[in-house]
């Protein structure tokens, strides 16, 4: 009884941190856009608390780099396309390269194809920042030798793709403006990013909380039956 009481206390507890992630998320994804944060603080404890920031970003697409990683949208089964870009330079004249998820193509599209749809010159791009996606997904593990990959590891998309340092995030596109037109018949569908959060934790906690008073109702019954 004890035992089911609290877990159905820590699913309360949950289900008030989940409604105040999901009032952070909403109010950060419909926010006017931020620069970029630093190195140190994406990559340190905190890191997490940036997810959905959303962010501007200028600088020049690392075409020829481009990877396709697996994934699966409303449009259908294909890849997102992702394309380093480098940064203008700061103060310092350190340029940043950041991954930027461009959006998606679909089944049967080439990276040659997408690499293609990468603009030339100069871009702005308006995005939402998002955590390293290290390993692979639930079921199939990242193949960086056959270039298969099934999540968005930046650092080893870098590794793979020979471009040095990268920033510890990567960004999903929802605008980019070019300076330069493409020619490319494909573009990439951007804007697909899911905000969506499960929140069955009420569910969850009455549940614990049912079997708790059945539990005591249990010890009721065979205390008097002893």
Do not use: C
């Amino acid at each position: 009884m004890a035992v089911f009481a609290v877990l159905g206390v820590w699913q309360v507890q949950r289900l008030h941190w989940k409604h105040a992630l999901i009032a952070r998320v909403e109010a950060r994804v419909h926010a006017a856009p931020v620069d970029l944060p630093g190195d140190a603080r994406l990559s340190g404890a905190g890191g997490h608390d940036l997810e959905y920031l959303r962010v501007r970003l200028s600088g020049v697409y690392q075409g020829k780099a481009t990877a396709l990683v697996r994934a699966a949208t409303d449009l259908g089964t294909g890849y997102w396309t992702m394309t380093p870009l480098r940064l203008d330079a700061d103060g310092t004249g350190d340029a940043r390269q950041v991954w930027i998820n461009r959006g998606f193509v679909p089944e049967g599209t080439s990276r040659a194809t997408a690499a293609a749809s990468t603009p030339e010159g100069r871009v702005e791009v308006t995005g939402l920042l998002r955590s390293s996606e290290p390993g692979g997904s639930l079921l199939q593990a990242n193949r960086p030798q056959d270039d298969r990959w099934y999540s968005r590891d930046v650092a080893a998309l870098a590794a793979a793709r020979k471009v040095g340092a990268v920033v510890p995030a990567f960004v999903d596109v929802q605008a980019e403006t070019a300076a330069l037109p493409t020619a490319s018949a494909v573009k990439p569908v951007a804007g697909l990013t899911q905000v969506h959060f499960p929140d069955n934790h009420l569910m969850y906690a009455l549940t614990w909380f049912a079997m708790a008073l059945l539990s005591a109702g249990a010890l009721a019954y065979i205390w008097r039956r002893a």
